[in-house]
Every structure is written in C-alpha cells, then in structure tokens.
T-cell receptor, first 111, second 113 residues
Framework: GNSVTQMEGPVTLSEEAFLTINCTYT??????LFWYVQYPGEGLQLLLK?????DKGSNKGFEATYRKETTSFHLEKGSVQVSDSAVYFC??????????FGAGTRLTVKP | DADVTQTPRNRITKTGKRIMLECSQT?????MYWYRQDPGLGLRLIYY???????NKGEISDGYSVSRQAQAKFSLSLESAIPNQTALYFC????????????FGSGTQLSVL
C-alpha cells in the first residue's frame, strides 16, 4: 500500500543552521508529494508540493525535490529561524485522492 | 473567522459515552475529511466525503461514524467511546478533483477516561 516514512525527531538546531528532514515513500503509480507544517495549537498548513518526478517544490525558503529513483522528497532549508519551530509532515496523495501522512518531525530552533 | 471550524476544542468523556465532534466550513469546498493525530503515528484518515451524498471509509473507520448534513457540515461520532480513541482530531476540506491542497481546522482534543 501507499505509505510515507520520515525521519524521527525531535530535531534541535541553532538559528541559521542548515535543515534536512528526510522523507521516503512507497506508492503505486505516480503520487503527488507534499510537506505540511503544524505550528503549536494550530491545524496543518500546506508548505510545498511536487506533482511529478524531478519537480522542486519551494516556499518560505524551504525546498524539496521529487526523486522517483530514490522514492524520496527530503525537505531542506539553508538557514532556519526560530519562527520555523513546528512539526513537519511529509505526505503523498495517490490517484484515488487518499492523502497519507508520515509520523511528523518536530523541529525546534534555538536563538 | 476561521474557514474551517471545529467544535468543541477540547472534550473529556468517559468510556461508553456517545460523542459527536462537529466541523463546519465557509470555503465552499465539496470535499471534507476527518483525521486523527497520535504521537509517533502522524495523521490517519478516518472518513471522507466528496459531496453531500458521498461517504467513504478511511484507514481507521472502525468505532466511528460520520454524517454529511450539508456541503458545509461534516460531523464525526464515536458511538461508544473507548480510551484508545483519545487523540487530537482534525477536520479538513479541499476543493475537489485536481486540487490537492487540504485546509485544516484547529483540531479537537478528545480524552476518553
């Protein structure tokens, strides 16, 4: 079946550090891939997405590239800020419109 | 005002009680979803509805039921709550075919004692 595996947290970084959160997927067909972010006390918000192989999604300094050969969609940011502290979810959506989420990775950025 | 509103925000109940969680949206979206969030497990889909007459089971529908009363309203019921249904519940909406972005409510924290 379709599933998403992302690196376990929590991840703690200093401000301006480089961020990578790994995400790999298992899916039939050609899913769309997403990163959602959840700030404290809020619901999830879409951060970025990619709908086909080699697409790069980007938003707010975050990037992720859809790699079909490695079935991965790793999230990166060159310089994190305190305000980036949140829980990040990798997700995939297959042809039947069923969205599957990873377990989430909590990021804490310290000043 | 929030586009996707969930009520209540928090609920504590006892084993065996019937509970209803409500969700309403002002986005005009056809598609609505119920997820539960558990630590270490991420979000899992309980039920979803693509229009008023359409109800579909998700990954973990056992012990739950839903009602799509109108395009804007989608309620989740626990007929006889049990402690392992303690979780954070999210309602979400999306526009429809071709639109993959989900819009989430702020969540309902349910505790079953």
């Amino acid at each position: 079946g379709n599933s998403v595996t992302q690196m376990e947290g929590p991840v703690t970084l200093s401000e301006e550090a480089f961020l990578t959160i790994n995400c790999t997927y298992t899916a039939t067909g050609y899913p769309s891939l997403f990163w959602y972010v959840q700030y404290p006390g809020e619901g999830l918000q879409l951060l970025l997405k990619a709908t086909k192989a080699d697409d790069k999604g980007s938003n707010k300094g975050f990037e992720a590239t859809y790699r079909k050969e490695t079935t991965s969609f790793h999230l990166e940011k060159g310089s994190v800020q305190v305000s980036d502290s949140a829980v990040y979810f990798c997700a995939l959506r297959n042809n039947n419109n069923d969205m599957r989420f990873g377990a989430g990775t909590r990021l804490t950025v310290k000043p | 005002d929030a586009d996707v509103t969930q009520t209540p925000r928090n609920r504590i109940t006892k084993t065996g009680k019937r509970i209803m969680l409500e969700c309403s949206q002002t986005k005009g979206h056809d598609r609505m979803y119920w997820y539960r969030q558990d630590p270490g497990l991420g979000l899992r889909l309980i039920y979803y509805s693509f229009d008023v007459k359409d109800i579909n089971k998700g990954e973990i529908s056992d012990g739950y039921s839903v009602s799509r009363q109108a395009q804007a309203k989608f309620s989740l019921s626990l007929e006889s709550a049990i402690p392992n249904q303690t979780a954070l519940y999210f309602c979400a909406t999306s526009e429809g075919q071709g639109s993959e972005k989900l819009f989430f409510g702020s969540g309902t924290q349910l505790s079953v004692l």
